[in-house]
């Protein structure tokens, strides 16, 4: 009796002690519970069971899911050494000459220019793929030691075929800009400063051509689909809420019916399209559960063991829609950004869209360009309403999941073109 009072002993005092979570099933663990199509709103919901911190075990992997603003602050502010972006999504050499490029002054340019003429030409419906098998919700991902399981879903053979479509792209895109060096009057574009890095090699690195490519793909891929979500969810909160719209729309016509358009410019002054784009930010955050983290040792938050290897999930949308820390948190309404503190750029951890600490989105300013000019465009020359003579209150605000979530259903309107002098 007393050896196995012993080995009970010693085993419970090895359990570690986790943050509560959810019952589980041999294998799968949690998994059935996380089924549907829209992950962020079923945590959010166990959230409100089991707390901000939780533990949740989907097939081999410990997840932790972090949905308050002061956990989130508390993981991403003081354990951010800790906790790296899971290494899956990260080729972290890669990502860090990534941050490093897109900050630099000539970075920015490039990409400024490299934007258009890639959507010009072939990248198309590829950023949404790689977003999708980024996301970390196949079950394959889930059972890391059992390899045949990506082949057995198929995720293997996608994925490398999507890689080899891209690096195709990639290989031609280069080889034109090689091609092109030196003649004039062709703008710089992404492509050209980054092979110009490369030959002259002043950066602390050397950058191999597979280092370009895969830098040129994080930035659209990162860059393209959650700007212009951003985009649709704005223009589909303003149409469900008219007043707003008007009050967009006044500002931004006052501002430029001098000039008869919109450019970059005058876009400081306006402050209610600013507001309107934070709350846009609140209730439809692109990355709803940011990119996942894993925990490199051991460590306790809160008093719980976290175990090495947890994947850390941190659910920005269900802490942008918390009604502790928001006042009629599901209702759209800018005018809650008049006069406050929070704003998006990683300081508050109630508004978190492009993330924070070390991590934080290093395409943020970009990102907000992405965003505001078009939508003040919209604005400006156009009228909207729904399309077929759909009424405001037939328009839903159904999500889909992928890295990105955006609308399930497409937002069909139809523009009347506005004219100053009429106006
Ligand atoms: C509305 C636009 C955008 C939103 C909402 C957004 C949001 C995010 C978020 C949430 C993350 C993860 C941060 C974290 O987990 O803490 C991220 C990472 C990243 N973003 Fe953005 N982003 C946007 C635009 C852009 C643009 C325009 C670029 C490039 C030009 C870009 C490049 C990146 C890169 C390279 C990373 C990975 C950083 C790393 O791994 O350390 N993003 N973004």
């Not at 570690?16 to 919901?45: E, F, M, T």
């Not at 991403?76 to 790296?84: E, G, L, P, V, Y």
């Not at 063991?305 to 829609?321: E, F, L, T, Y």
Request: with cysteine; proline share 6%; net charge neutral.
């Amino acid at each position: 009796m007393l050896v196995r009072l012993g080995k009970r002993f010693r085993t419970e005092s090895s359990t570690p002690n986790l943050p509560p979570g959810p019952w589980k099933l041999p294998v799968i663990g949690s998994l059935h519970l996380l089924a549907g199509p829209l992950p962020h709103q079923k945590l959010r919901d166990m959230a409100e069971k089991y707390g901000s911190l939780m533990h949740l075990q989907l097939g081999q992997l410990s997840n932790i899911v972090v949905s308050s603003p002061q956990t989130a602050a508390e993981v991403m502010r003081t354990h951010d050494i800790i906790f790296s972006i899971a290494k899956d999504l990260c080729a972290g050499d890669v990502k860090s000459k990534t941050c490093a490029i897109v900050h630099s002054d000539s970075g920015r340019r490039g990409i400024e220019a490299g934007y258009s003429n890639f959507f010009k030409s072939r990248i198309t419906s590829q950023p949404q793929e790689v977003l999708r098998f980024g996301a970390g919700f196949n079950v394959a991902d889930l059972f890391p030691s059992a390899k045949l399981l990506e082949y057995i879903t198929g995720l293997r053979p996608k994925v490398e075929r999507l890689h080899q479509n891209l690096d195709k792209i990639f290989e031609s895109v280069i080889d034109e800009h090689k091609a092109s060096k030196g003649i004039e009057g062709e703008p710089d574009g992404l492509v050209d400063v980054l092979l110009n890095l490369q030959e002259n090699g002043d950066l602390e690195f050397p950058l191999t051509t597979d280092n370009i490519k895969a830098v040129i793909m994080d930035i659209f891929i990162a860059g393209s689909d959650t700007s212009f979500t951003t985009l649709e969810w704005a223009m589909s909160e303003m149409l469900k809420t008219p007043r707003v719209m008007q009050k967009a729309q006044a500002e931004v016509r006052q501002v430029f019916n001098r000039k008869g358009n919109v450019d970059s410019e005058g876009l400081h002054e306006l402050e209610y399209l600013k507001l309107v784009i934070s709350e846009t930010f609140r209730l439809h955050p692109p990355l709803p559960l940011l990119l996942p983290r894993e925990c490199s040792q051991g460590c306790k938050i809160n008093g719980y063991d976290i175990p090495v290897k947890s994947r850390v999930i941190v659910n920005a949308w269900a802490i942008g829609r918390n009604s502790e820390y928001w006042d009629e948190a599901e209702r759209f309404y800018p005018e809650r950004f008049i006069n406050s503190s929070v704003d998006y750029k990683g300081a508050n951890f109630e508004l978190i869209p492009f993330g924070a600490g070390r991590r934080m989105c290093p395409g943020m300013l970009f990102g907000i360009a992405n965003v505001e000019l078009p939508l003040a465009k919209l604005l400006y020359h156009f009228d909207w309403k729904l399309a077929g003579g759909r009424k405001l209150e037939d328009l839903d605000m159904d999500e889909v999941f992928g890295a990105v979530v955006r609308r399930k259903n497409d937002l069909c309107l139809v523009p009347t073109p506005y004219s100053p002098v009429a106006g």
